[in-house]
């Protein structure tokens, strides 16, 4: 009996719990796919053009995000307090009723509903719930690398979801579609939500296939929610968030019309989906250099990058078109194979310079603050992204319907000053950013 004291030896589950964790993620792509379903409302004769305007069309996407950062806070304290398991496999059952809904009518309220509120909040609840428990299977060396992998799975969701929405939009209508991908994403998302498990408390990891469930060497600085967000790190952390997040979703929503004004309608989706996957690859490179040489460098990197790329877009020649007899648009710039080509290039690394963000900052927020509330606090910071979202989107798409209604043929003009102006300062406050020093006094 005496042998019955000993620890049992762990199995590592982490790879398990990893990749079911981005397979969950794989199927919130929606949100990513924006633009092709805003794209394909404006032509589908069902939806009335009266009420999808061009500010109503932004709006299902800017509900969604601000439903996808809050819920972020609650589904980070439930995951931490009563596992991940039962978070996403909730929230991949209002991923799919929110797609659902949207199926059911064409009135922009049902869709603020659907796509806002219901989708927004799976997504919100399914995401917070995926990093977490992956990293606290492995040692810190690779806390980077694992945060990318099992967020890529939500930046990759685009690369399948734009051109398997638009294909079947094409042959059933956006109305058939939604409820065809809204049981698709349920069954999958609660499926592999249930392969999602945290390790013991007491669980150590180390480089290998198996560690063995005993103390800690050295003691850990956890911070508390409440003890964190009184730290300038935090505010620093949030504002680089919303200056990051908010720089890739103003345009990540409007892909398929940038393309369009490029003289690439047809390659539209394709452009989303290249975009997409330097997203997703992009999550994983940037995760795994941060683990190698530093979160900051990398995110400055990132955030520089943006603004290059950005500046050289604004300066992109747009292409107007007429409409022949066959009904055709004709448009008065032929582009080259080469510059579809660039064009993809610069956006698969765009994708991947906004993919930093989400890899990088809950990796940092671990490094500065923990993981015993890791689920909780990455919740608080990941309000960066949220108001990122809304704000620097909604601002953004306001300086877009300025400048079409002042005639303007390139009507982004003034949004990529706006964004690259914030990742200007997004760069400065990474130089100054350092650890928080001082150990709360309830830390042993």
């Known amino acids: 009996m005496a042998g019955n004291s000993a620890r049992p030896e762990v199995k590592n589950r982490g790879w398990i719990v990893t990749f ?6 794989l199927m919130l792509g929606a949100l990513y796919a924006w633009s092709v379903v805003a794209k394909a409302i404006t032509e589908d ?16 996407y800017s509900v969604c995000l601000i439903f996808f950062s809050l819920i972020m806070i609650l589904g980070g304290r439930i995951q931490d ?12 059952i209002l991923v799919g009723a929110g797609l659902i809904v949207c199926g059911l009518s064409t009135s922009p309220i049902v869709w603020y509903i659907g796509f806002g509120a219901l989708l927004g909040t799976g997504i919100g609840l399914a995401y917070s719930s995926g990093t977490p428990p992956s990293v606290k299977w492995f040692p810190a060396s690779k806390t980077g690398l694992i945060s990318g992998i099992v967020v890529s799975g939500f930046g990759v969701g685009a690369v399948w979801v734009a051109p398997f929405l638009r294909a079947m939009i094409k042959a059933y209508g956006i109305s058939h579609t939604m409820i065809i991908f809204g049981v698709i994403c349920m069954i999958v998302m609660v499926i592999f939500a249930q392969f999602v498990k945290a390790p013991p408390p007491d669980y150590v990891p180390v480089e290998g296939g198996s560690a063995t469930a005993a103390k800690p060497k050295k003691v850990v600085v956890d911070w508390s929610p409440d003890e ?14 919303a200056f990051g997040g908010g720089a890739g979703l103003v345009f990540i929503g409007k892909l398929a019309s940038i393309a369009t004004s490029f003289g690439f309608e047809k390659y539209s989706a394709i452009v989303v989906s290249v975009v997409a996957l330097g997203n997703g690859i992009g999550r994983v490179v940037y995760g795994k250099l941060s683990d190698d ?20 877009l604004s300066f992109w020649p747009v292409s107007s078109f007429t409409v022949n007899d066959a009904g055709n648009k004709v448009y008065d710039v032929n582009p080259s194979t080469g510059s579809l080509v660039l064009v993809m290039l610069i956006g698969a690394i765009i994708g991947a310079n906004y993919g930093a963000v989400l890899a990088v900052v809950p990796a940092l927020t671990k490094d500065y603050f923990g993981l ?54 997004g760069v400065g406050l990474l130089l100054a950013l350092r650890a928080p020093k001082k150990v709360p006094a309830e830390q042993i």
């Open 20 to 25: 079911s964790a981005m397979i969950s993620l």
């Open 45 to 60: 004769p069902n939806f009335d053009p009266n009420q999808w305007g061009e500010a109503t069309r932004s709006w299902p």
């Open 81 to 92: 307090t009563s596992g991940p398991r039962l978070v996403i496999t909730a929230g991949g």
């Open 228 to 241: 964190m967000v009184r730290r300038w790190q935090f505010s620093a952390m949030v504002a680089c968030f």
């Open 293 to 312: 040489i530093g979160r900051r460098p990398v995110l400055g990197v990132a955030f520089a990058l943006q603004a290059v790329l950005l500046t050289v």
């Open 372 to 425: 015993k509330n890791f689920g909780i606090n990455y919740g608080l910071v990941y309000q960066g992204w949220g108001i990122g979202g809304f704000i620097v989107s909604q601002i953004g798409a306001y300086l877009v319907a300025a400048q079409k209604s002042d005639g303007d043929t390139n009507i982004y003009l003034w949004a990529y000053y706006w964004v690259i102006a914030l990742l200007i300062v």
